[in-house]
């Protein structure tokens, strides 16, 4: 049986430069359109279909600068990281257990915020925002998958067990959200 703490996991590292690259462009989208209702507060957002689907509500609430700035420079300087530390293990780079404590504390972190946002936007603002929900999207499986790699460096044998079971746990996840989103927000309806 292989060592699963010394091999490269090639597959989180690919994920991670897809789902950095994903993440980076909602966020940079977002950025743009923020810049957009700055430059002109009476302006539409390009990515407001109605009121239910719709940035500008998030952009413009005190949700959407949590700290003090607009939330999507979070995501223009965080989804870097992935992308970097992916290409990296793609070239053969290693990294030691405390750093991949430290990746994982930024995606537990994101994560987290990710989940706080979900509330806010279903439970608060009673919107969905589509590039909110591309970062949701990425951001979910971005944390199961180092995780169960942290283990899986950290020797817990059981954990490269749980590789397989990231896809239900992002599926399971992104069911929970769209669940509560129909029973408070009936966006099935809206469509």
């Given at each position: ?107 537990a972190f994101a994560f987290g915020f990710v989940v706080w946002l979900i509330g806010q936007s279903v439970f608060v603002l009673a919107t ?64």
């Amino acid at each position: 049986m292989p060592d699963t703490r010394s091999a490269r996991p090639t597959v989180l590292a690919v994920w991670l430069v897809i789902a950095g690259v994903v993440g980076w462009w909602a966020a940079f989208s977002l950025t743009m359109e923020r810049f957009h209702l700055l430059a002109d507060p009476d302006a539409i957002a390009s990515c407001d279909f109605s009121l239910l689907v719709q940035c500008t509500a998030n952009l413009q609430s005190a949700q959407g600068s949590v700290f003090g700035f607009p939330n999507p420079i979070l995501g223009l300087t965080g989804w870097v990281a992935p992308v970097v530390v992916g290409v990296a293990v793609l070239a053969g780079a290693r990294f030691a257990r405390w750093f991949w404590w430290c990746f994982w504390a930024g995606t537990a972190f994101a994560f987290g915020f990710v989940v706080w946002l979900i509330g806010q936007s279903v439970f608060v603002l009673a919107t969905l925002c589509p590039w909110c929900m591309v970062t949701w999207a990425v951001t979910i499986p971005t944390f199961y998958a180092v995780t169960v790699h942290v283990l899986r460096v950290s020797g817990i044998r059981w954990a490269r067990r749980l590789g397989p079971w990231v896809p239900l746990a992002t599926f399971l996840s992104y069911a929970v959200v769209a669940v509560i989103a129909q029973l408070r927000l009936d966006w099935l309806s809206q469509l």
